[in-house]
C-alpha cells in the first residue's frame, strides 16, 4: 500500500505539517510506505489552463498523487476554507489523479475546529471523485502542541487521529483489494 500525503501550509512551524509528519509516522509504523510532500518546500507555480507545459515539480506531484493507493491531505483552516497552496495543488489535478482513491483531510485552525475547511476539501474531493474517509482530522485551539519529537501533547488528539487514519487505512484496504483474488 502507498500512502501520499500533501502538506498544505506555506508556514514554517505550521502544526497541520506537524500533524502530518505524525501521521506518516504512524503509517510507517504499519509498514506502509509514505510519501509526503510539502508545498512549503516544493513550490508549484499559479495554476492557469492555458500552461500546456507541466512545471518538474508539479510533473512529480501529479505522478505521485496518481501512483498512490490512498492520500492524505492538510491544510490550515484560511477565512473559513483551505488555503492557497492547496487549492492550487489541487487545481493541476482531475479525475485520473484522484479518483476511485480515498482521502484523508486534515486541517489545523485558530479556533477550536476546522470545520468549514474541511467541508470544503471534501468537496474539491468529491469533484475530483475521490472517496472520502469516514472520519476526518481537526486541531484547533487548545490542542496544537507538539513534544520534540513531533508527537501532540494532547492524549486525546492522539486517539482522535489514531482512530481516523485506522478507519482510512480500512477503507483503503478495503478499495485496493485485488478483485481476481476475490474469484
Ligand atoms: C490568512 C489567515 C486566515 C485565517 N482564517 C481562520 C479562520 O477562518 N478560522 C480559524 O479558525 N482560524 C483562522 N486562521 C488561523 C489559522 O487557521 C491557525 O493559525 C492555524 O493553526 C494555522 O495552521 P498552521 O499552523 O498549519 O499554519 C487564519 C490564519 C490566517 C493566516
Given at each position: 500500500m502507498k500512502i501520499v500525503m500533501i502538506a498544505g501550509s506555506n508556514r514554517a512551524g505550521a502544526t497541520s505539517t506537524f500533524l502530518l509528519r505524525y501521521i506518516g509516522r504512524l503509517l510507517q509504523g504499519h509498514q506502509i510506505s509514505v510519501t509526503c510532500i510539502e508545498l512549503k518546500e516544493l513550490e508549484l507555480p499559479l495554476y492557469s489552463p492555458d500552461n500546456e507545459e507541466l512545471n518538474p515539480n508539479v510533473q512529480y506531484v501529479l505522478e505521485m498523487v496518481k501512483s498512490a493507493d490512498g492520500l492524505i491531505l492538510a491544510t490550515p483552516e484560511y477565512h473559513g476554507s483551505i488555503s492557497g497552496v492547496l487549492k492550487n495543488a489541487l487545481d493541476y489535478m482531475n479525475a485520473s489523479h484522484v479518483s476511485g482513491k480515498p482521502v484523508l483531510s486534515v486541517s489545523s485552525a485558530?479556533?477550536?475546529?476546522?470545520v468549514s475547511s474541511l467541508t470544503h476539501l471534501q468537496s474539491i474531493i468529491r469533484n475530483l471523485h475521490g472517496v472520502n474517509s469516514p472520519e476526518w482530522i481537526s486541531i484547533g485551539a487548545g490542542s496544537h502542541g507538539f513534544d520534540p519529537d513531533g508527537v501532540p501533547l494532547d492524549a486525546g488528539m492522539r486517539e482522535r487521529v489514531e482512530g481516523a487514519v485506522e478507519k482510512f487505512l480500512d477503507l483503503t484496504r478495503m478499495l485496493t483489494v485485488d478483485v481476481m483474488s476475490l474469484r
Open positions: 485558530g479556533g477550536p475546529v476546522g
